[in-house]
Nanobody
């Protein structure tokens, strides 16, 4: 079983920065894909950033150039560095591990979420 714990959320003014952390416990595989999602009030959860075992990363268009994602495999931790924050970045941010093994049922693990609030 995998457990994820996010931290680093909070209240910040527009233009500020925050760094979210996600620490995983349990068995983590190198091929696991780590994701950050967010969900704003009244909106669907959206994928914000992804990082693979090879270090490849992808971002949703609205955060490109402002957010970075990094992974410390030794610590089973993923970070989301968020710069130049905007009020529209306000949401609960969730860490996710997507485990995809051919021939096996896909598995998704989720953290409890951390609130990010950006004031204008």
């Amino acid at each position: 079983q995998v457990q994820l714990v996010e931290s680093g959320g909070g209240l910040v003014q527009a233009g500020g920065s925050l760094r979210l952390s996600c620490v995983a416990s349990g068995t983590i595989f190198s091929f696991d894909i780590w994701n950050w999602y967010r969900q704003a009030p009244g909106k669907q959860r959206e994928l914000v950033a992804t990082i693979t075992s090879g270090g490849n990363s992808n971002f949703t268009d609205s955060v490109k150039g402002r957010f970075t994602i990094s992974r410390d495999s030794a610590k089973n931790t993923v970070y989301l560095q968020m710069n130049s924050l905007k009020p529209e970045d306000t949401a609960v941010y969730y860490c996710n591990i997507a485990r995809r093994v051919p021939g096996l049922t896909p598995l998704d693990y989720w953290g409890q979420g951390t609130q990010v609030t950006v004031s204008s």
